[in-house]
């Protein structure tokens, strides 16, 4: 199946210091591609990958896992780190999941990571129910567009396949139990105003992490997809700033950089 407009993945070659993005659960690089865009504008390379299964029909997502996911950002990571001297991981909602678990598996690999309205559990009497009902229908309301900005469309799917959201839970029991083993520097910015991902999820990943430098951020004023809606700018700007403290020649254009990627912007 074709792509969605404006679900395509996005790449932008800039300097030695690196970021990659990953996307939520049945959403796509839509969601992120102003947040790349701003980082990118600042010169830094930037890696913002379509996940498997997304982007095109909710049927397609069926046949997928949270391997295929993962193993998506883990390919992408692996690549920057090849290419930069420094590498940070950013992420919303389930892609928040995804970061945290490339942190816990990679190290000092990752200079440090950025998550917004993570995803920790699947709540409620889903969480009971997935293992049997997958099976008997194959897809319920989807949970895309929670922005309290008007006019705003994150280009997810308007129904969430079962197989795969079962799949997603079991993938974030695993994480839940790798959060220890994350010890890089952290910023976590959440919404109270979250239809999708509850605050419980952010705190139990705050008290569970091992990172030391940690920075909590309220976005007041938005929805679960903060990065198209009111709050939008903030987490740009402390996100590109944590970069900045941690990797100051972050923009510099560095000679591997140059050597391994050659090139500019790409998208779709």
Known sequence: MPVVPGAEPYRHIGGDVGVLLCHGFTGSPQSLRPWAEYLAERGLTVSLPLLPGHGTRWQDMQVTGW????????????????????????????????????????????????VVNPANKVWGLAAHTLPVVRHLVPSTKGVANDIAKPGVDEGGYDRTPLHAAHTLRQFLKLVDGE????????????????????????????????????????????????TLDHDAERIFEESHAFIERLAPSAGTIGSSAQGALGGSTTGG
């Open 67 to 114: 391997q295929d996911w993962y193993a998506e950002v883990d390919r992408e990571l692996r690549s920057l780190v090849e290419r930069c001297s420094r590498v940070f991981v950013f992420g919303l909602s389930m892609g928040g999941a995804l970061t945290l678990r490339l942190a816990a598996k990679h190290g000092d690999a990752i200079a440090g990571i950025v």
């Open 179 to 226: 959060l220890a083993q994350v010890t890089q520097p952290m910023v976590l910015l959440h919404s109270p105003q979250d239809h999708v991902v509850p605050p419980a999820d952010s705190a139990r990943i705050l008290s569970r992490v091992s990172s030391t430098d940690v920075t909590e951020i309220l976005l007041e004023q938005s929805y679960h997809v903060a």
